[in-house]
């Protein structure tokens, strides 16, 4: 049987279900009243961090770097065709994507939802890789690789993870490299997809206008049960100190880029709603665009508007990182240290934290609007063991003391490493 | 979703409203409409970026966005696009429904209020805008003109418009260029904004559930005091010299870009419209269309191959990143392709699959505010204002004649490469 659970926004009196589907899937529908279109996921908890694991305390498997990602190209051909043919003929929009702890398939619709379902429910559960089809795809993967090479926001943000993370995989280029994808064959393929694609280790969310009824009739006919298994992920212990401060690469560029990082202490789970919510309200304190610190940058020509900070965390990583254009990223760099320095001793201000946390709160309704942004927490939400609206709640309970502690816990300013990309 | 509904509030200002009460925010923005000249378009993209960072009454940038910020996290945003050979200039804000306000605060006439300010009352003094402001804008501006070039695919396909409109104001840069930029003033700036509020064409956009009328009201009061001389807006369908231009530009890159312009003569007030889109669409569009299927998936040639039709001007660019050494292969490729079209080899699949990922798309467009907002505005201009629906309606009717008619109009005008140095 499906156990199926309604939950409701005490504060806006949205609500999704959440139904463990008795093949193993975990599956989340958020119906969207008077919305035209449907917006589904289908995701792993597997991305391009995973290459090393074992299953049910078997021996250990490393794979290739970039696997999960040249996985996802290829799971889009089955057997019987591939999908953008499939989709072709319903008119979804259908796209994947590989972060660092996850892969997603998806589509969007506003006809034939149920088929388009299917179809997405289909082939990711029928994998067919041979060595052809696997060679096919060098050639594209390579060129995306060659195309993020030239990209200098991808670049700096990878060459900060090489300062901050001596052992993390977080610091390896999602799609790995032309030489690491040149090992990838069907055999490994399957290896990695019959481990990670398993339906307990996945979850499906769909938001729109859909009922739960239409996601299970579907469901029903399309998913086989699964039987569980005990998936172990290595991970080399990371020393709670960086790898070096400072990196630089030479692209052709008119205006140098910076990312600067503050490394965490990545505990052995993922952040709660509560320690998100004082996070995000410090972090707005602190670094938004009403901030003196943000004025003072501006002011003395050290960032420009394309300025911006976020929470960088996943399994066994969890940073701080500012990035942006500047003509001299290392006195910006200094001067957010010395401002973090003079918060901290000093006392924050609470009518500053009030505003805060109002706008935190603000942000957070204003992402239900979008079913994409429904269903892409919701996968987040999932795999980090947080329910999608405990944050909004949670904001509404962060006190002022919350945050001064939270500031005493993170950004350490012996602890940060600056990557800046320039014209030659 | 209610309509758009249109008011003429003044001498060629229009405000425009779309009612919805799906969303938990709203948005209103205000877009002027002006000739892209190359002698003012710096000047206009400083101006729109000067008017967002005070006014009067929040005389700095962080008093202004304090008030944001305590109006539940708002935004205030500008930017500055090109639409054929006009310029436009776009201040927004956004922000909570009321209904969503944990007190009483009127997010939404607070919002209205400070979009009035900041474009009727800036931070002016003898007639000029504030040195602090001033200085901050231009650094700004010419950082993002720097920016632009960052960023290589960008770059090209910026390069290859420029290359095919060298005669037309298409071919200049939205933001204008860096020498105009330094050499303006902030005595400048402040003609500038006379002469916007005299002479642009202005459209505002109201998207929520909120009280639309009173905004309507604040803005047509402001819009009273003002003498309001509109310049004629023109633009035209792009027509090709004749001459196949060919540039080759290199650079140290790992993988180089290829961009390809073609004439259709046909654009957004066109009967034919539709049917171009479609024939884009059937090119390079979707995952079924014959660059993706054929470029990259049989000869796995690169990771990007795409045509995107320019409404207002009536083109086609075709872009694709590839390894240096196989652009002549890519080109090759990418005009077989091409010559598949022009020659009338069009499968039924090909029109019903780039038919429905179109309608699809035109359906999903309405459950976004942003998605409401931009649609009209880059139709507000055209002769009739079509719904998403609409257009649905009559790309369901295009037929095959009508494609094989215009794909024989498409014209080679421009091939640009961006080549890897060796």
């Known amino acids: 049987m499906n156990d199926i659970k309604e939950i409701k926004s005490v504060r806006t009196g949205d609500k999704y279900y959440k139904i463990n589907h008795k093949s193993g899937l975990t599956i989340y529908v958020y119906p969207k009243e008077k919305y035209s279109s449907a917006y589904a996921i289908f995701g792993t908890k597997y991305g391009s961090i995973n290459t090393s694991f074992s299953v049910d305390g078997k021996e250990k498997i490393t794979v290739p770097d970039g696997i999960a990602h040249y996985l996802e190209h290829k799971l889009f051909e089955s057997e019987d065709g591939d999908a953008f043919t499939k989709y072709s003929k319903t008119g979804a929009s259908a796209n994947a994507y590989t972060s660092f702890d996850k892969t997603c398939y998806l589509f969007s619709c506003s006809d034939n939802f149920k088929k388009n379902l299917e179809i997405l429910l289909d082939f990711v559960q029928s994998p067919y890789f041979t060595a052809e089809t696997v060679a096919k795809e060098q050639g594209i993967i390579g060129q995306e690789i060659k195309m993020y090479d030239d990209s200098p926001d991808w670049r700096v943000m990878f060459n900060l993870l090489e300062c901050l993370y001596h052992n993390h995989p977080v610091k390896i280029d999602i799609a790995g490299t032309v030489e690491t994808i040149a090992e990838i064959t069907a055999e490994k393929l399957y290896e990695v997809y019959n481990t990670f694609y398993n339906l307990n280790n996945m979850v499906l969310c769909v938001a729109g206008n859909v009922t739960v009824d239409e996601v299970l009739q579907i469901c029903d006919k399309e998913l086989k049960e699964n039987e569980q298994h005990k998936i172990t992920n290595y991970f080399e212990k990371e020393p709670y100190e960086i790898v070096k401060p400072y990196t630089e690469q030479k692209l052709t560029v008119s205006v140098p880029l910076f990312n600067f990082g503050f490394k965490e202490k990545a505990g052995d789970r993922m952040l709660t709603a509560k320690e998100n919510a004082e996070i995000d309200i410090l972090l707005t304190m602190l670094f938004s665009p009403s901030s003196e610190l943000y004025s003072e940058l501006l002011e003395e020509g ?53 505003a805060s946390k109002r706008a935190c709160y603000g942000d957070s309704l204003s992402s239900l609007n979008n079913i994409e942004s429904i269903a892409n927490t919701l996968v987040s939400s999932h795999f980090s063991g947080n329910e999608f609206f405990e944050y909004t709640e949670a904001l509404a309970e962060v006190t002022f003391e919350d945050v001064k502690n939270r500031l005493n816990k993170i950004l350490d300013v012996n602890n940060c490493a600056l990557s800046v990309v320039k014209g030659e | 979703m209610e309509i758009l509904k249109r008011e003429q509030i003044g001498n060629n200002v229009f405000f425009n409203t779309v009612n919805d009460s799906r969303f938990k925010t709203m948005k209103i923005s205000v877009s002027a409409y002006l000739p892209l000249l190359k002698e003012t378009a710096s000047q206009n993209a400083l101006l729109c970026d000067i008017l967002t960072r005070s006014c009067k009454e929040y005389s700095t940038l962080s008093i202004l966005e304090k008030k944001l910020l305590s109006l539940y996290g708002a935004s205030l945003s500008s930017h500055v696009k090109k ?24 997010i939404s006439s607070e919002l209205a209020e400070i979009l009035c300010k900041i474009i009727f009352e800036p931070n002016v003094l003898n007639g000029e805008f504030t040195e602090q402001d001033f200085k901050q804008s231009l650094r700004q501006l010419l950082d993002t003109m720097d920016s632009d070039f960052n960023e290589k695919r960008v770059y090209a396909v910026s390069r290859c418009v420029e290359i095919m409109n060298q005669n037309s104001p298409a071919g200049i840069k939205r933001y204008g260029d860096k020498e105009s930029a330094e050499k303006t003033t902030a005595k400048d700036l402040y003609s500038a904004w006379q002469n916007l509020l005299k002479s642009a064409r202005f459209e505002i956009m109201y998207v929520g559930d909120g009280d639309s009328l009173s905004t309507l009201n604040i803005f047509k009061n402001k819009f009273k005091n003002i003498e309001r001389t509109p310049q004629k807006l023109l633009t035209a369908t792009f027509k090709s010299d004749g001459n196949v231009k060919e540039v080759v530009e290199e650079m140290e890159l790992s993988q180089s870009k290829l961009v390809i312009g073609f004439e259709t003569g046909v654009s957004a007030d066109d009967e034919n419209y539709c049917a171009i889109m479609l024939l884009s669409a059937i090119l390079g569009g979707t995952p079924s269309a014959k660059l993706f299927t054929n470029v990259r998936e049989k000869q796995s040639l690169c990771y990007y191959c795409i045509s995107r039709y320019y409404r207002r001007k009536g083109y086609i660019i075709v872009e694709s990143g590839v390894e240096g050494e196989n652009l002549e292969r890519a080109k090759n490729s990418i005009f077989n392709e091409v010559n598949e079209l022009t020659s009338g080899n069009i499968t039924d699949f090909e029109i019903e699959s780039a038919k429905l990922a179109m309608i699809n798309g035109y359906k999903s467009i309405t459950d976004t505010v942003t998605g409401i907002e931009t649609w009209y505005l880059t139709r507000i201009l055209d002769n009739k204002v079509d719904t998403p629906e609409e257009t649905a309606e009559k790309i369901k009717t295009v037929t095959k004649e009508q494609l094989l008619m215009l794909a024989k109009n498409i014209k080679l005008d421009t091939i640009y490469m961006l080549k890897n140095k060796d």
């Open chain 1, 302 to 354: 050290l960032i420009n508007s394309s300025f911006s900070y976020e929470v960088f965390e996943g399994p066994g990583y969890f940073s701080i990182l500012f990035g942006g254009e500047s003509r001299n990223p290392e006195k910006a760099s200094e001067k957010i240290k010395d401002y973090i320095l003079k918060v901290k001793s000093e006392s924050l201000s609470k009518e500053d934290f009030e």
């Open chain 2, 83 to 106: 639409e054929g050979d006009l310029q436009v200039l776009t201040i927004a804000v956004s922000g909570l429904d009321d209904k969503y306000a944990f007190d009483d605060t009127k």
